[in-house]
C-alpha cells in the first residue's frame, strides 16, 4: 500500500509540474492584465500538434524542438493580443472572456478541419528509471524537469531582469507605469506572449507523454482554472504551488477511491475556494 | 463605418430570408430511382450508415467500412441482386463523418432515413455509437444490422429490427479465463481495468462474474474515462503478483494502455485487452505488443473446422466467398491484412444480402422475417439471431477466438490464433514475459 | 406591464409560432428535425439571455440545467414510468430548485470569478453524475422502446415532443417579454449597470439575481428532458457539455443580449449554418471558425450584437425589434 501510494504520489507530483507550468501562464496573464485567457487550452493543443508536426514530418527530436515551441508561442500570444485583447481590455470582463474564447473556437475550428479529431502520438520512448520497486516514466520524468526548469527561469526573469521588473510594475499599476515611462501597451503584449508560450510549451511537454487530439487541451483547461484559483490569482510562482498540490491529489485520491472521483472532488474545491478564498493560497488580487 | 449600418440590416434581411428558403427545401426531395421503359426495372437502394473517419474509433471504423464497400463493390459487378418480381437491384452506400460522437450519430441516421432515403442501415462501429444508431433506425420503422457492436443491453430494449453480428460483449473474456486456467492451474487472481463505455462495462461486468465463479480473485474492478491517457493511477493500484491483467476498451485507449503497462514494467503473466490487439496495426507498439493476448471476432489464420463438422448436424447453410476468398479480395483492394473489424462490416453487408435473396423483395417486414429464421455459416462464422422478445436480435451463433502476438524465427512480431484449442495456429506464451 | 402594447412584443412571438406551426402543416420527417433542434436552441439562448442578457452576469455553465433536468425528467420517465408531460415539468422544477441551492453559494461573486465559478458547476456535476449509479453511472439511461407505444407509436411521440417544444420555446420567449417590461426586468438592468448604485437605490439585487437565475434554469431543463426523450438515452458526455454551453452563448451575443428577438435570431440563424455544415465532409467544422470569427468581430466591433446595434442606430426601429 505504501509502495503504490508513493509510487502513485510521484506520478500525479511529476505531472502536477507541468501543469503548474502551463497555469502560470493562465496566471501571469491575469495578474498583469485581469484578462481570463480561454485560449488557453487550444495553446496547450497547439504545442501539442507544434511538435507532433515537427517530430513527424521535419523529423525533428522533440526535444530539440522545444525553443521553436516556444518562440512559436509566444509570437502567436504577441500578435493574439494585438488582434484580440487590446480593444477590450479596458472593456468590461464580459468582452475580453469572450474575445480570447472566440480565439479558441477558431483555433479548434481550423485544428478539427486541418488534423481532424483523430488522436495522435509522439512515438519517443527514453526508457524508465527504476527506484526500488517503482518504476517511473523517462518521458514523465524529463518533462516535470523542464517544467521547473522553466518555472524557474520565470522567477529569475520577473524578479531580476528589468523587462521582468516592467512588467511587475505594469500588473500593479497600469497608469503609474505609464507616467514612469514604461510603454505598457507593449509590455503587455509581451506578457500576453510569455502566457502563451507557456501554454504551448506545456502542452508539447504533455504530448511526449499522452496521446493527443485537437481535443485535449480542452480537458487540460478546467485544470489550469483550478491551479489559478486554488494557488491565487495574480501569483505565478503561487501557481507552480497550486500544480504540485494538484498533481499530489491525483495521485493520492485514487489510493483510496476510485479514480472516477478526482474530477468530482476537484471541481468541487474548486467552487468552494471561488466561494470562501477568492484569492486562494498565495494571490494578491 | 458609416455604410455599416445599411449592411447589416440588409444582412438580417438576407439572413432571414436564408433561412425561410433553407428551411423549406428540407421539403424537396427527390427519390433515386433510375427509370427504364417497361421491364426489368432497375433500382438502386441506399445502405445508410456513419462512418468514425476522425475521432478516436477512425482505425477501427475504417475497417469496417472498408469490409462494406468491397461487398458493395462485389455484389455490385456480379450483376446485382434479383427480386421475386424481377427487379434487378444494386446498392449504393451513403454515409457521413460522425466523428466517433454520439450526438452527431443520431442527427445523422435521423439524415440518412428522412432526407437521403436509406431504406437498410448498418450501424456506426462501437456499441455505443451503434446502441443511439438503433433507436433511430427504431423510430423510424428501418432495418438496422449492427457490426461493430458487441453490446448485449442493446437489445434488451424492446428493438424488432436491429439484429447483432457481432459475439455478444458477455461472451468476450469467458474463454480469456477458460484458457488461463488451462495454461496455469495455479493462476488465482486478476485485476480488471475497463473503459467506461457501454461495451467494456459489459464486457468486464460479464468477466467479473464468470471469473468469481472459476475461482479467482479479482483484486481491482475500476472503469476509466473513455479517452482516458494516463494510466498511470490505474497501473499503480495493480497488487504485485497478480496473475493476469484483462480489460482495456477500444484501440486508441487499448493501444496506450498497453505501452504504459510495458513502460511501468508490469510482470503479469497474462494480459487480455479489449479489440487491440487484433488489429494489424497493434504491431506498432514493437516490443510492448508482445505476449499480449485479445480476443478476436475472427482471424484468417483461424480454422473453423470445430463448426463446419457441427454444420451436417445443425442444419445451417452456407453462403458467401470462403475464408481465403474473402481475405484474397480485401488484400488485393487494401493492401493489408483484414482484422476482424473488416470482417464484420463484410459479413453484416452480406447477411443482408443473404436475408433479401432469401425473401425476394426489399420490404422491411419480409426481410426482418428471412433474418429471424436465419441459419447461416459464412466466413465469418455462424450466424444466428435470437429471435425472444426480452433479447430480440442478440447474436448467438457466433463464437470468439484469441490471439496473441508472438515473436516468430526472425524476430517479427507475428498474430497467432492461441484459443480455442481446435482453431489454434500456435501455442500460447505464457508467461506473457 | 405593457409588453402587449409593443409591436415588437409580438412580432416576436407570431414569428415564432408561425414558423414553429408552419412545420405541422408539412408532415415531413426532415423538416421537424430541422425545425426542432433550431427551437432547442432558441430555447436555451432565450432562457441563457433572461439571466445574462438582463443581469450582465457572465455564465459559461447554463447547460448544466439542461443536463440535472434532462437527468431528472429522463430517470423518472425511464424507471418511474412517468410521461413526458410530467417529467419535464418535474425536471425544470428540480432544476429551478438546485438552481437556488447553486445561486446561493455563487451569485455573491462578481465578473470573472462568476464565470469561472459556473465552469466548475457544471463539470462537478458531470463528474459527480458520472460516478452516480442511479443515473447509471458513465453509461447513463435508456428508454425501453416500448415507452414510446404510451403515446401512440414513434412517430407520434416523435410529432408530441416536437409540439411541446414547440410550447417551451413560446413560453420563454413571453416570459423574456413579460419580464423585460416589468419592474423585476427594469430592476435587472440596474444591476446589469451598476449593481452597488443599484443597491443604492433600494433593488434587492440577490434575490433578484436568484430569481433571473432559477427562471433561466427551469427552461433548459424541460427542453432537456424532451431532447433525450427524443434521443431514447442520455450520457453524462451528452448533458453537460460545455461546448455547447458556449455556443449558446455565441448565439445570443450574436443577436443582441439583452433583447429578446435577438437570441431567437442568433439561434436560428447559427444552427441553422451548423446543420448544414454537418454533412459536408470537408466543411463540417468550418461552422465553429466561421462563429469563433464572428464572435471575435462581434465583441470588438459590435458588442450589442446584431439587434442590440439596430436599435441603437435606428430608434424608430426600437418598437419593433424587441
Known amino acids: 500500500m505504501v509502495v503504490q501510494l508513493t509510487a502513485s504520489l510521484l506520478d500525479g507530483l511529476l505531472l502536477g509540474a507541468i501543469y503548474g507550468m502551463a497555469a502560470m501562464g493562465l496566471n501571469l496573464i491575469w495578474g498583469v492584465m485581469s484578462v481570463i485567457n480561454l485560449s488557453h487550452g487550444a495553446m496547450m493543443t497547439l504545442g501539442m500538434f507544434g511538435a507532433y508536426a515537427l517530430f513527424t514530418y521535419a523529423g525533428i527530436n522533440p526535444y530539440l524542438a522545444l525553443p521553436l515551441i516556444a518562440i512559436g508561442g509566444c509570437l502567436f500570444g504577441f500578435g493574439m493580443y494585438w488582434i484580440a485583447v487590446h480593444r477590450v481590455i479596458n472593456a468590461p470582463h464580459l468582452a475580453s472572456l469572450l474575445s480570447t474564447f472566440a480565439v479558441n473556437m477558431v483555433i479548434i475550428g481550423a485544428g478539427t478541419t486541418l488534423f481532424t479529431a483523430s488522436p495522435r502520438n509522439i512515438d519517443y520512448s527514453i526508457g524508465s528509471l527504476h527506484i526500488g520497486p517503482i518504476i517511473l516514466q523517462g518521458t514523465r520524468l524529463v518533462a516535470a524537469g523542464i517544467a521547473v526548469l522553466m518555472a524557474a527561469a520565470l522567477f529569475v526573469f520577473l524578479n531580476r531582469t528589468f523587462l521582468g521588473k516592467k512588467i511587475r510594475a505594469v500588473a500593479n499599476n497600469r497608469a503609474a507605469a505609464e507616467l514612469m515611462g514604461i510603454p505598457s501597451t507593449k509590455v503587455l503584449a509581451i506578457s500576453f506572449g510569455i502566457g502563451t508560450m507557456l501554454a504551448s510549451v506545456a502542452g508539447f511537454l504533455i504530448s511526449t507523454i499522452f496521446p493527443f487530439t485537437i481535443y485535449s487541451g480542452g480537458s487540460y483547461e478546467p485544470k489550469s482554472f483550478v491551479i489559478c484559483v486554488l494557488g491565487g490569482l495574480g501569483n505565478p510562482m503561487g501557481a507552480l504551488i497550486g500544480g504540485l498540490i494538484l498533481g499530489a491529489l491525483e495521485g493520492a485520491i485514487p489510493a483510496f477511491l476510485p479514480v472516477g472521483w478526482v474530477p468530482v472532488l476537484e471541481f468541487a474545491l474548486f467552487v468552494a475556494i471561488l466561494v470562501v478564498r477568492p484569492t486562494g493560497l498565495f494571490g494578491s488580487k | 463605418m458609416f455604410c455599416t449600418p445599411v449592411i447589416r440590416k440588409n444582412c438580417l434581411f438576407l439572413l432571414v430570408i436564408c433561412w425561410v428558403c433553407l428551411i423549406t427545401a428540407g421539403c424537396t426531395q427527390k427519390v433515386e430511382q433510375s427509370k427504364t421503359g417497361g421491364q426489368p426495372v432497375e433500382r438502386t437502394v441506399i445502405i445508410g450508415f456513419t462512418a468514425s473517419q476522425t475521432g478516436k474509433f477512425n482505425v477501427e471504423s475504417t475497417r469496417q467500412i472498408n469490409g462494406l464497400n468491397l461487398w458493395i463493390e462485389q455484389v455490385n459487378s456480379s450483376g446485382g441482386i434479383r427480386l421475386g418480381d424481377g427487379t434487378k437491384i444494386k446498392f449504393a452506400a451513403r454515409f457521413y463523418d460522425d466523428e466517433s460522437n454520439k450526438d452527431r450519430v443520431q442527427e445523422l441516421y435521423t439524415k440518412l432515413i428522412s432526407q437521403d432515403k436509406a431504406e437498410f442501415l448498418i450501424s456506426p462501429y462501437s456499441s455505443g455509437l451503434a446502441d443511439a444508431s438503433a433507436m433511430i433506425a427504431e423510430q423510424y420503422s428501418k432495418l438496422i444490422i449492427t457490426a461493430g457492436a458487441a453490446s448485449d443491453s442493446t437489445h434488451s430494449k424492446g428493438y424488432n429490427l436491429v439484429y447483432q453480428v457481432y459475439t455478444p460483449a458477455s461472451r468476450y473474456l469467458t474463454g480469456a479465463f477458460n484458457m488461463l486456467s488451462k495454461l496455469d492451474e495455479k493462476a488465482h487472481n486478476a485485476v480488471l481495468i475497463y473503459e467506461k463505455d457501454k461495451f467494456s462495462t459489459e464486457v468486464c461486468a460479464a468477466a467479473n462474474k464468470y471469473g468469481a465463479e472459476k475461482g479467482f480473485k479479482i483484486s481491482l474492478f475500476e472503469g476509466y474515462d473513455s479517452g482516458a491517457t494516463d494510466f498511470a493511477p490505474f497501473i499503480n493500484k495493480i497488487p504485485k503478483g497478480t496473475d493476469a491483467v484483462m480489460g482495456g476498451g477500444h484501440f486508441a485507449d487499448g493501444t496506450t494502455f498497453a505501452k504504459q503497462l510495458f513502460e511501468k514494467g508490469v510482470k503479469a503473466k497474462f494480459i487480455s485487452l479489449l479489440v487491440a490487439p487484433p488489429e494489424p496495426k497493434f504491431a506498432e507498439l514493437g516490443n510492448a505488443a508482445v505476449g499480449i493476448i485479445g480476443p478476436s471476432q475472427w482471424e484468417p489464420l483461424a480454422k473453423y473446422s470445430s463448426e463446419l463438422s457441427h454444420l451436417a448436424g445443425q442444419g445451417a447453410e452456407w453462403f458467401g466467398p470462403n475464408i481465403s476468398e474473402f481475405v484474397a479480395a480485401y488484400k488485393n483492394k487494401y493492401q493489408e491484412e483484414p482484422s476482424y473489424h473488416g470482417a464484420g462490416g463484410y459479413a453484416a453487408a452480406l447477411i443482408l444480402q443473404k436475408a433479401i435473396i432469401a425473401a425476394g423483395s426489399l420490404d422491411t417486414q419480409k426481410v426482418k422475417a428471412e433474418l429471424d429464421k436465419l441459419n447461416l455459416m459464412i466466413f465469418f462464422g455462424r450466424i444466428q439471431f435470437d429471435t425472444t422478445p426480452q433479447m430480440h436480435g442478440l447474436q448467438k451463433g457466433h463464437e470468439m477466438v484469441y490471439i496473441q502476438w508472438q515473436k516468430d524465427a526472425q524476430g517479427k512480431l507475428v498474430k497467432q490464433v492461441v484459443w480455442p484449442e481446435e482453431a489454434k495456429s500456435a501455442n500460447a506464451l505464457y508467461p506473457a514475459h | ?322
Open chain 3, 1 to 322: 406591464m405593457d409588453f402587449w402594447k409593443r409591436p415588437g412584443s409580438w412580432s416576436v412571438l407570431i414569428l415564432i409560432l408561425c414558423a414553429g406551426s408552419a412545420v405541422f402543416a408539412f408532415k415531413s420527417d426532415n423538416l421537424r428535425e430541422i425545425a426542432f433542434t433550431i427551437l432547442l436552441y432558441v430555447t436555451l439562448a432565450s432562457s441563457l439571455n433572461i439571466f445574462l442578457g438582463f443581469t450582465g452576469y457572465i455564465n459559461f455553465g447554463h447547460i448544466v440545467f439542461f443536463g440535472l433536468g434532462g437527468y431528472t425528467g429522463f430517470y423518472l420517465m425511464s424507471v418511474h414510468g412517468w410521461s413526458i408531460y410530467t417529467a419535464s415539468l418535474a425536471g425544470g422544477f428540480i432544476a429551478s430548485a438546485l438552481a437556488t441551492l447553486i445561486g446561493s453559494a455563487i451569485l455573491r461573486l462578481r465578473g470573472a470569478y462568476f464565470a469561472l465559478a459556473t465552469i466548475g458547476i457544471n463539470e462537478a456535476a458531470r463528474a459527480f453524475v458520472n460516478n452516480f449509479s442511479p443515473f447509471g453511472g458513465s453509461t447513463g439511461l435508456s428508454l425501453n422502446f416500448s415507452v414510446y407505444h404510451q403515446y401512440g407509436g414513434p412517430s407520434k411521440a416523435l410529432w408530441t415532443t416536437y409540439g411541446l417544444m414547440l410550447i417551451a420555446a413560446f413560453a420563454v420567449v413571453l416570459i423574456s417579454l413579460v419580464i423585460r417590461h416589468s419592474r423585476f426586468g427594469l430592476g435587472l438592468f440596474a444591476i446589469r449597470e451598476d449593481e452597488d448604485a443599484a443597491l443604492t437605490m433600494g433593488v434587492n439585487a440577490p434575490l433578484y439575481k436568484t430569481l433571473a437565475y432559477v427562471i433561466s434554469a427551469f427552461f433548459p431543463a424541460v427542453v432537456g428532458t424532451l431532447f433525450f426523450f427524443k434521443n431514447g438515452n442520455i450520457e453524462p458526455g451528452d448533458a453537460f457539455r460545455l461546448h455547447m454551453s458556449i455556443e449558446v452563448l455565441v448565439m445570443v451575443m450574436l443577436g443582441g443580449q439583452g433583447t429578446v428577438l435577438g437570441p431567437v435570431l442568433g439561434a436560428a440563424a447559427y444552427e441553422r449554418l451548423r446543420g448544414l455544415l454537418l454533412t459536408s465532409s470537408a466543411l463540417k467544422n468550418l461552422h465553429l471558425l466561421f462563429a469563433g470569427v464572428l464572435l471575435l468581430l462581434i465583441v470588438l466591433f459590435v458588442p450589442e450584437g446584431l439587434v442590440g446595434s439596430l436599435r441603437k442606430r435606428f430608434a424608430k426601429l426600437r418598437k419593433v425589434l424587441e
